[in-house]
């Protein structure tokens, strides 16, 4: 079925200090922990450097050091704010040595030149008001054969669909937070409109999958040089 709904972008960077607190004290773990995990299992490895675009308070590269001790992460975020409340935690997990945290924009990280065996990212997708930069840079920072996991939310196909999925996985949420998720729902991209994204930045091999009434996922490998 198609989509009805039109997309209504969302405020790109996350620097309201009162969104950045309601999203810090938010408990994200579950999706989280099942990101690094996923992470993880699409690279196929023991050991390597990832980035993380758009990382927010880190919980994802934290999780991942982790699950996997082998790895060290390059964090981007372009908040400010976000990345305080990342150092913090990234200090508290004592994980300073394996996870770098750098403020750039995500898509454009032009004097960045390391390649990566890992490219991931969590929600930073439905952000972005033009996404195929983000995709370029996802292209360029991969090593030859480095792997790729976006995960983002869908947008629903109505806004009854919406807000029942606003109901049902943020019942106990702050009305900011619930708020928050309505947007991002909105913002969001179908799985069409990614695949048309990939083919254009000539990332057509990467697969576009649902994986829960709400979540996407992008994974695949870079093409061999
Ligand atoms: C919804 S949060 C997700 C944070 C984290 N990935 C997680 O899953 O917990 C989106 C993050 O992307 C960041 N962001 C938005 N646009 C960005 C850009 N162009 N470059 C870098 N970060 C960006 C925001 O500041 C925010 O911290």
Same mark, same amino acid.
């Given at each position: 079925?198609?989509?009805?709904?039109?997309?209504?972008?969302?405020?790109?960077?996350?620097?309201?200090?009162?969104?950045?607190?309601?999203?810090?004290?938010? +408990?994200?773990?579950?999706?989280?922990?099942?990101?690094?995990?996923?992470?993880?299992?699409?690279?196929?490895?023991?050991?390597?450097?990832?980035?993380?675009?758009?990382?927010?308070?880190?919980?994802?590269?934290?999780?991942?050091?982790?699950?996997?001790?082998?790895?060290?992460?390059?964090?981007?975020?372009?908040?400010?704010?976000?990345?305080?409340?990342?150092?913090?935690?990234?200090?508290?997990?004592?994980?300073?040595?394996?996870?770098?945290?750098?403020?750039?924009?995500?898509?454009?990280?032009?004097?960045?030149?390391?390649?990566? +065996?890992?490219?991931?990212?969590?929600?930073?997708?439905?952000?972005?008001? +033009?996404?195929?930069? @983000?995709?370029?840079?996802?292209?360029?920072?991969?090593?030859?054969?480095?792997?790729?996991?976006?995960?983002?939310?869908?947008?629903?196909?109505?806004?009854?669909?919406?807000?029942?999925?606003?109901?049902?996985?943020?019942?106990?949420?702050?009305?900011?937070?619930?708020?928050?998720?309505?947007?991002?729902?909105?913002?969001? @991209?179908?799985?069409?409109?990614?695949?048309?994204?990939?083919?254009?930045?000539?990332?057509?091999?990467?697969?576009?999958?649902?994986?829960?009434?709400?979540?996407?996922?992008?994974?695949?490998?870079?093409?061999?040089?």
């Amino acid at each position: 079925m198609k989509s009805v709904v039109e997309r209504i972008p969302e405020p790109e960077v996350m620097d309201d200090a009162r969104e950045v607190k309601a999203y810090c004290d938010a +408990d994200f773990r579950e999706v989280n922990r099942l990101c690094a995990r996923r992470s993880l299992r699409a690279s196929g490895r023991d050991r390597g450097h990832a980035i993380d675009l758009g990382c927010g308070p880190a919980e994802i590269p934290i999780f991942l050091c982790q699950m996997a001790p082998g790895w060290r992460v390059t964090a981007v975020d372009a908040s400010p704010e976000m990345l305080a409340a990342a150092a913090r935690s990234v200090a508290a997990a004592r994980l300073e040595r394996r996870i770098r945290l750098l403020k750039a924009d995500a898509k454009a990280l032009g004097s960045l030149r390391t390649k990566f +065996d890992l490219v991931l990212s969590n929600s930073l997708l439905h952000h972005l008001h +033009d996404p195929m930069p @983000f995709w370029r840079e996802v292209k360029r920072l991969a090593k030859p054969g480095g792997s790729v996991m976006v995960q983002d939310l869908f947008r629903p196909n109505t806004r009854a669909a919406a807000r029942r999925l606003v109901a049902l996985h943020a019942q106990g949420d702050s009305p900011l937070l619930r708020q928050l998720f309505h947007q991002s729902l909105l913002a969001a @991209f179908t799985p069409e409109e990614l695949r048309t994204q990939l083919r254009e930045a000539g990332l057509e091999n990467l697969q576009v999958r649902k994986v829960s009434d709400r979540h996407l996922v992008v994974r695949g490998r870079v093409g061999e040089a």
